[in-house]
């Protein structure tokens, strides 16, 4: 997600962490929820942060976006939002190779 234009990055990480979390909490069935803030670089990223909601099931996000507590998240996110693109994801935790145990015999 992008700030909205004429926003400062201070203006739009503390409105996301302030404001913006209390509504975000309201959403039924989220377990969890991460603000990823983009940090300063000498490049611009073309991204200001992204934001990860955890929940059991795919039925619970549309649940949860469909539900009456969605509505103050969307008009909250006009304040300070300008753009942003979203999508949904199965996590895969990867084991580093080096550290399992071979299974070839010797």
Same mark, same amino acid.
């Given at each position: 997600?992008?700030?909205?234009? $004429?926003? #400062?990055?201070?203006?739009?990480?503390?409105?996301?962490? &302030?404001?913006?979390?209390?509504?975000?909490?309201?959403?039924?069935?989220?377990?969890?929820? /991460?603000?990823?803030?983009? &940090?300063?670089? #000498?490049?611009?990223? @073309?991204?200001? $942060?992204?934001?990860?909601?955890?929940?059991? &099931?795919?039925?619970? /996000?549309?649940?949860?976006?469909?539900?009456?507590?969605?509505? @103050?998240?969307?008009e909250d996110e006009?304040?300070?939002? $300008?753009?942003?693109?979203?999508?949904?994801?199965?996590?895969?935790?990867? /084991?580093?190779?080096?550290?399992?145990?071979? &299974?070839? #015999?010797?």
């Amino acid at each position: 997600m992008n700030a909205r234009e $004429g926003m #400062s990055a201070a203006e739009f990480s503390h409105h996301w962490k &302030t404001v913006h979390n209390r509504i975000v909490w309201q959403l039924p069935g989220l377990v969890r929820y /991460v603000q990823n803030h983009a &940090t300063a670089h #000498s490049e611009e990223w @073309p991204y200001d $942060g992204m934001a990860e909601l955890w929940f059991e &099931t795919k039925r619970d /996000v549309a649940i949860a976006f469909s539900s009456p507590q969605a509505e @103050p998240m969307r008009e909250d996110e006009k304040k300070f939002i $300008g753009r942003m693109q979203w999508f949904l994801v199965d996590e895969l935790e990867m /084991v580093n190779p080096s550290l399992t145990p071979s &299974t070839g #015999s010797q």
